[in-house]
């Protein structure tokens, strides 16, 4: 057997192995010489390590305390994002060493398929880092962190949204915020069991973001309004019977699933595809919203929240009253844009719609209400947020309209054709 001590001396990775389990390795080398002698043998276990050693050197590039791990296996990429006591919670950093990753993998012939995933099992990613981003634009310089978060983000989300190479992310665990970002604007989108998928942002304050209003408005039923408004979770197999998930695997079955996408030689589209349905588990729980579907989209079609509130009282059962209390705790500014922008999203291409949410970011930051959202839902958790304006009756169609006015040559965002 041969016997390798690999990395520093503080943290050694002993590695023992024998020419059987050298050739099981062998997959992933273009290795067309078997040797027959012991000789041989022992020969070949060396140039083979050696060549596993430089093809698939797997290694660490960190934003910040490794708060993204990047391994690299022959063509194939797999990036973990690595804030698991934050429910891998994205940072400016993070966002802005993805960005640069993945445009210089999209523009690399040696690279032909990215998988994304999260630390920690908990979560895929919980969401952006609110509260820095708001001490940010609390502290009032435009040329401070907040602006260049979201302006980075969104690019970001624009790559994703038109990555030529197969992009995968493994949304097993809290899938939120963010976390849509960087899961529903890609090709597959790979849920689990386990997967909590939402955007609750109108609860704090802010909008659907991270390209909700190119999505949701896509989902049957007017799920996708039923969702931006109230924030609803969907849990497990319910994110493939919305349209969010493109396929479904059991966590038990991620690190095979990962495998067989490393082992495929040419991921196509096809390729890729087949590899995930081939993990879709032969029974799929049944969609928990279903019995709701009709309700949903009787009282969620109508054009403002007034009329939706009142549809839903006319309704009167446990669940439409319920529906509407959680409406009534949101920001009132939030809910009356959120309308706006999917009604608007739904009639935009892809690049306008993330041109349209850059412009509402960076407005709800010169606002009130995300500042005391966050203070009351992630600060003093006192969940008692004070709005303003308090009431839907308070908020005029000229203070919605403002969040999305054209910003100034300087500050807009022009996204260019990958």
Not at 220 to 245: C, E, P, S, V
Not at 267 to 290: C, H, M, N, Y
Request: charged share 25%; aromatic share 8%.
């Amino acid at each position: 057997a041969l016997i390798f001590i690999i990395g520093e001396e503080q943290y050694p990775f002993v590695l023992q192995l024998d020419y059987n389990s050298v050739l099981a390795c062998s997959h992933y080398l273009p290795v067309t010489y078997l040797p027959v002698s012991n000789s041989d043998k022992m020969a070949f276990c060396w140039i083979l390590i050696f060549d596993l050693w430089l093809q698939t050197f797997r290694w660490i590039t960190s934003a910040g305390e490794d708060d993204i791990i990047v391994e690299k296996v022959l063509s194939k990429r797999i990036v973990t994002l690595n804030r698991p006591k934050v429910l891998n919670a994205l940072n400016f950093n993070m966002i802005r060493d993805l960005h640069q990753l993945l445009k210089k993998w999209n523009n690399d012939e040696r690279v032909s398929l990215v998988i994304v995933k999260g630390a920690g099992g908990k979560a895929f990613c919980a969401g952006g880092d609110v509260r820095a981003v708001c001490e940010s634009a609390q502290a009032g310089s435009r040329a401070s962190m907040h602006v260049d978060f979201f302006r980075e983000e969104y690019e970001l989300i624009h790559l994703i949204g038109t990555l030529r190479k197969p992009y995968i992310s493994i949304m097993d665990g809290i899938t939120m915020g963010a976390g849509c970002g960087l899961s529903v604007n890609g090709r597959y989108r790979v849920a689990t069991e386990r997967t909590v998928l939402a955007m609750p942002e109108v609860a704090i304050g802010l909008f659907p973001s991270v390209g909700c209003s190119y999505s949701f408005p896509q989902l049957k039923n007017n799920l996708g309004l039923y969702m931006a408004l109230t924030g609803f979770r969907l849990h497990g197999a319910d994110a493939l019977h919305a349209g969010l998930a493109t396929h479904l695997v059991n966590s038990g079955d991620i690190i095979l699933l990962e495998k067989a996408l490393i082992d495929v030689e040419h991921p196509t589209g096809e390729a890729v595809d087949e590899i995930l349905w081939r993990f879709q588990p032969k029974e799929i729980p049944p969609f928990s919203l279903e019995e709701k579907m009709r309700a949903i989209k009787n009282a969620f079609k109508l054009k403002s929240i007034e009329e939706i509130i009142s549809k839903l009282e006319e309704q009167g059962d446990e669940w439409a009253m319920e529906t509407v209390t959680t409406l009534k705790n949101m920001s009132p500014t939030s809910l009356k844009v959120a309308i706006r922008q999917m009604e608007r999203g739904a009639r935009m291409p892809y690049a306008d719609v993330l041109q349209m949410e850059h412009r509402l970011a960076l407005r709800c930051m010169e606002a009130h209400d995300v500042h005391e959202g966050c203070r009351a839902i992630i600060v003093d958790k006192d969940n008692k947020p004070r709005w303003r304006p308090r009431t839907l009756e308070e908020v005029t169609d000229e203070h919605v309209e403002s969040f999305f006015a054209p910003l100034s040559s300087e500050d807009e965002l022009i996204l260019k054709e990958n």
